[in-house]
């Protein structure tokens, strides 16, 4: 008994620091955005001060900082649809006829650092006139989005059992029509998951944004290098522009995160 409430114990303190230094960023960043850049470098003010909405004014007013979340809004979606349309029945693909050769090829993709791609990409997407498109933009976000959906599919496909589809087709559904009325409603967890991670990690993405982006296209943390100048940084703006990147993100992450975890376990026991 001893031995169990000591336990107890360090459990609860170990989580409450873990929440500890995961939240504290987070609430300082929050604080730090309604306050001026003088109270931000006052320790006075850490938690008594007099809130101010001018940093979000400066963002969303002179900053227009809507034009670029509608980019990446804009860039997310379309890059995460495309590659659900084309990963999705791929990774259906390999998972049933075992294709193991083609499916290490394409998640190579996701070794190989995109750092190394950039400037080969730039070459070529510059000599096709595209660098500042849209395009450019959601083509590069596929590289990683679409083996990252093959990925988590195919882990899905695989732990779903095959009957289902064969007295579906004993029934006289062709082998695409088993799985698009069968195989895809029993999948939507797995497309939830494969979805909300590569959205994700489109709308956080910087590096590719940063080289390939124009001044119309550029999305949010482009966007926010504005505010970091070549003598000074607007600590104010700089946070409120940060907290207009990251609760989104996590609005997402709080309301769909049963989406992710069943996803993620399924196809994990197999047998």
Same mark, same amino acid.
């Given at each position: 008994?001893?031995?169990?409430?000591?336990?107890?114990?360090?459990?609860?303190?170990?989580?409450?620091? #873990?929440?500890?230094?995961?939240?504290?960023?987070?609430?300082?960043?929050?604080?730090?955005?309604?306050? $001026?850049?003088?109270?931000?470098?006052?320790?006075?003010?850490?938690?008594?001060?007099?809130?101010?909405?001018?940093?979000? /004014?400066?963002?969303? /007013? /002179?900053?227009?900082?809507?034009?670029?979340? =509608?980019?990446?809004?804009?860039?997310?979606?379309?890059?995460?649809?495309?590659?659900?349309?084309?990963?999705?029945?791929?990774?259906?693909?390999?998972?049933?006829?075992?294709?193991?050769?083609?499916?290490?090829?394409? #998640?190579?993709?996701?070794?190989?650092?995109?750092?190394?791609?950039?400037?080969?990409?730039?070459?070529?997407?510059?000599?096709?006139?595209?660098?500042?498109?849209?395009?450019?933009?959601?083509?590069?976000?596929?590289?990683?989005?679409?083996?990252?959906?093959?990925?988590?599919?195919?882990?899905?496909?695989?732990?779903?059992?095959?009957?289902?589809?064969?007295?579906?087709?004993?029934?006289?559904? $062709?082998?695409?029509?088993?799985?698009?009325?069968?195989?895809?409603?029993?999948?939507?967890?797995?497309?939830?998951?494969?979805?909300?991670?590569?959205?994700?990690?489109? =709308?956080?993405?910087?590096?590719?944004?940063?080289?390939?982006?124009?001044?119309?296209?550029?999305?949010?943390?482009?966007?926010?290098?504005?505010?970091?100048?070549?003598?000074?940084?607007?600590?104010?703006?700089?946070?409120?522009?940060?907290?207009?990147?990251?609760?989104?993100?996590?609005?997402?992450?709080?309301?769909? /995160?049963?989406?992710?975890?069943?996803?993620?376990?399924?196809?994990?026991?197999?047998?």
């Amino acid at each position: 008994m001893r031995v169990s409430s000591g336990y107890r114990v360090f459990r609860i303190v170990a989580i409450a620091l #873990l929440l500890f230094i995961m939240l504290m960023p987070l609430a300082w960043m929050v604080l730090s955005s309604f306050k $001026t850049n003088v109270q931000i470098y006052d320790t006075a003010t850490v938690f008594r001060f007099t809130p101010t909405m001018e940093n979000y /004014q400066k963002v969303f /007013q /002179q900053a227009n900082f809507g034009k670029f979340m =509608w980019n990446s809004f804009l860039v997310a979606a379309l890059s995460t649809g495309i590659s659900l349309v084309l990963g999705v029945p791929a990774a259906y693909s390999m998972s049933r006829f075992v294709m193991k050769r083609q499916a290490v090829v394409v #998640l190579m993709a996701r070794v190989i650092p995109g750092v190394s791609l950039l400037v080969p990409w730039y070459y070529l997407f510059s000599n096709l006139r595209m660098v500042g498109g849209y395009g450019v933009l959601i083509l590069s976000h596929m590289f990683v989005a679409l083996p990252l959906i093959l990925y988590i599919m195919m882990g899905f496909f695989d732990g779903m059992p095959t009957e289902l589809e064969e007295a579906a087709q004993v029934d006289g559904l $062709t082998p695409i029509g088993a799985m698009w009325h069968i195989t895809l409603p029993m999948s939507t967890p797995g497309i939830a998951t494969a979805s909300i991670l590569s959205f994700i990690f489109s =709308w956080n993405n910087f590096m590719f944004a940063l080289v390939l982006s124009g001044a119309d296209t550029k999305t949010l943390p482009v966007a926010i290098f504005d505010f970091i100048g070549y003598a000074s940084i607007d600590w104010g703006g700089l946070m409120a522009a940060a907290s207009v990147v990251t609760l989104p993100i996590m609005v997402i992450a709080l309301f769909f /995160q049963k989406y992710v975890v069943t996803g993620l376990t399924a196809g994990a026991v197999k047998g």
